[in-house]
């Protein structure tokens, strides 16, 4: 009778499983400012491709002598990939408030070869600095809390991906960023400044420094044209890879991982882990509809270019503008899992892929 004494009002979770997690998720918001964001992110794609993995392996053997069904591959893909150790609302968030934040603390930190905001440079690993990884601790924190408050409420969307997005809005709040920026084109969608190269005089660290009036999330990949045709792209490989292995989230590990070539420095690799995991979500909900698998993957393509799409609208409205990164990827995946969630909740949809709900 005393239990409910001992549990976490909302998340319903047991008071010492709860301080487990928010201690755990400290460390790994911290361990996330000291990779970088983005390598941390990357880890992230290892570990779930390997809960993935491990999950097809136990499907395939019907379970393992000793282990109940499910076990193994929740252990690794929800506890540590989409948990307190590489989840992207606390490692990958906790690296890109621990950047906003050098970006105001400590501009001389700044790469030469960085041109945007140095707030932005979610490739820059921090190491051991004390301050700056207690930031990242404190909103890997956070986003655990944020995305176990929405669980706990049943909100209808990927809540990992809406506290990736909310803490990052968060953090150019706390650091004294504008939420969106000022708009160096003829409108907020308007990238024309980059391509002519103009600049901007910004101070950052109180230092006035000359800056892009523009600054698109991606270089090589904001044309629309070029945004669709990856969307396609990739949105008919996550379907195809659920179709042949059961995984939602296998396509989106694999596009994670392929990010360490961007992190390497690799030219005009693209971000596609929003594009694979909706294309895999759009198979799902398209298969007990047109029973066709050739459909099936043509609907994973349509769905994967909507969500490319949504992301580079994201990009153009809340990234390009402002001096900190706020993902267009998580943007994306909130937003049009938001939608999926509602039609489904309203009868029109025949399921929620993974929201479970």
Known sequence: MLVPLFQVPVVGMELEAFAVLLIAALAGGAFGAALGALPAFVFTGFVVFLGEGLAVLEGRLGGL??????????????????????????????GVAATAYAGRKYPEMEPDDWDYHFGKDILYAFGT???????????????????????????????????????????????????????????????????????????????????????????HQYEWGGVTAIGIVGGILGGFIWLETGSIFMGYAISAMSLLFLNLGVEKIPVTHHITLLGAVGAVIAMPVVGSEPVVLLVAGVFGAISGLIGEV????????????????????????????????????PNSAYLGI
Do not use: C
């Open 65 to 94: 002598e000793a282990v109940p069904a499910g076990d193994i591959a929740t252990g690794v893909t929800d506890t540590i990939g989409f948990g307190a150790v590489t989840g992207p609302h606390i490692a990958f968030a906790g």
């Open 129 to 219: 600095k004390p301050d700056i990884l207690a930031v990242g601790a404190i909103f890997g924190a956070l986003g655990m809390v944020i995305t176990q408050v929405l669980s706990g409420l049943g909100f209808p969307t990927d809540n990992i991906a809406l506290s990736v997005v909310a803490t990052a809005f968060l953090a150019r709040l706390v650091f004294g960023y504008p939420l969106v920026g000022r708009v160096g084109g003829s409108s907020v969608l308007d990238m024309s400044p980059f391509e002519r190269e103009e600049t901007r005089v910004a101070a950052d660290g109180g230092t006035e420094t000359d800056r892009l009036a523009t600054e698109p999330w991606l270089s």
């Open 314 to 349: 994201s990009q153009r409205v809340f990234y390009s503008h402002s001096g900190t990164h706020v993902d267009p990827p998580a943007m994306a995946i909130a937003a049009f899992m938001f939608v999926l969630g509602v039609l489904y909740l309203a009868g029109i949809l």
